[in-house]
């Protein structure tokens, strides 16, 4: 099956790094006859036609998903509703709508009701990416050996098993280790690996801007940030990501970010009252045993 996926004609919604990605690999791999490009600006979506990264480009949604057997929407979690909404009167019967998105349990709630019976919802979300967004920050090969984890809706919803086993086809032809799962569990899970140390990040900039504020010689601004070297930069690498994207997700998957944002805030009080005592053998333990389960990661690729 996964060799021999094929789409006649793609509509991406939203030409950026993860829609842009995939058009190129799906292009590379031949797994599509055209694709199209459907977006909010004229600029990225020229960039996108000039990097030949779709075949076609248009703003106008219901051009775009016309006759498209599958749809891919790549936008950033909170409208990803409205696209489908302003696409559904439009889309083919027997078309396949996706997404990208890095939240799953609401944003299915609120494209279901908005579906019409004769097509397929597949939610997806490919877990690869980079800092960069737009079309100019597509690459091809993003996918490939990263998990995607599927989240169907299941029984009641309008998803069947053809349009499930076409979308895990498409993912697995493009080098990615297909994951099932329930969408809560994602949403769970996904909070503490990804959501969280965004959150981290956008944090750790501001604070450490705010730290020098008055700290100079006569109470003048210090430029701690200007002081930084590797470490900080690898650290913080993330929080140029897209804003809106990130503000999108954080407002989308708040429940589980917040306790997770809690469950970090206990183990970093744990770990300054040990600082505060000078418990150096407990500083020890616990580095350790980060060290240990961080190498672990990166050795098990
Ligand atoms: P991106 O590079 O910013 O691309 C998003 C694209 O969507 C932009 O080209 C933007 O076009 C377009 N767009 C925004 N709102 C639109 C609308 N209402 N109608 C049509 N087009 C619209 O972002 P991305 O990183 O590809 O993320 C896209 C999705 O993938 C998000 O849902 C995100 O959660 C998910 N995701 C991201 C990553 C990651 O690491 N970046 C990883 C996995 C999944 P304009 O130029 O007009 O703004």
Redesign the pocket.
């Known amino acids: 099956m996964s060799n021999t996926v094929h789409f006649k004609k793609v509509a991406i919604?939203?030409?950026?790094?993860?829609?842009?990605s995939l058009a190129l690999d799906m292009k590379l791999k031949g797994l599509a006859g055209t694709i199209v490009g459907?977006?909010?600006?004229i600029?990225?979506l020229n960039i996108a036609l000039d990097l030949n990264i779709v075949d076609s480009i248009t703003q106008d949604i219901a051009e775009g998903v016309r006759g498209a057997d599958l749809v891919v929407v790549?936008?950033?979690?909170l409208?990803?509703a409205?696209?489908i909404e302003a696409a559904a009167p439009y889309l083919a019967d027997g078309a396949i709508v996706t997404?990208?998105?890095?939240?799953k349990a609401e944003l299915i709630k609120e494209v279901l009701p908005l579906l019409p019976p004769s097509v397929s919802f597949v939610p997806a979300?490919?877990?690869?990416?980079?800092e960069n967004?737009?079309?100019g920050?597509a690459i091809t090969g993003l996918f490939n050996g990263r998990n995607c984890i599927i989240t169907p809706v299941g029984k009641g919803g309008p998803d069947n098993p053809e349009a499930v086993e076409a979308v895990t086809g498409l993912w697995r032809a493009l080098g990615s280790n297909v994951v099932i799962m329930d969408a809560l569990t994602h949403d769970r899970i996904l909070s503490a690996v990804s959501h969280l140390p965004h959150v981290i990040a956008y944090t750790l900039v501001n604070m450490v801007a705010n730290a020098g504020k008055g700290l100079g010689a006569n109470g003048s601004d210090t430029d701690m940030l200007g002081y930084s070297a590797g470490g900080f930069r690898d650290f913080t690498r993330i929080a140029s990501?897209?804003p809106?994207?990130w503000a999108?997700?954080c407002e989308m998957n708040s429940t589980a970010i917040v306790e997770m944002i809690e469950a970090f805030e206990s183990e970093l009080d744990s770990l300054k009252r040990v600082i505060k005592k000078r418990d150096n053998d407990s500083m020890k333990a616990e580095f350790n045993k980060a060290k240990a389960l961080r190498d672990a990661l990166i050795k098990g690729g």
Do not use: Y
Request: aromatic residues 0%; charged residues 10%; without cysteine.
């Open positions: 919604v939203g030409v950026g790094l993860i829609g842009g459907i977006g909010r600006s600029a990225n790549a936008v950033p979690v409208k990803v409205s696209v997404d990208v998105g890095s939240v979300h490919p877990v690869a990416g980079t967004s737009g079309a920050a990501s897209s809106e994207m999108d997700i």
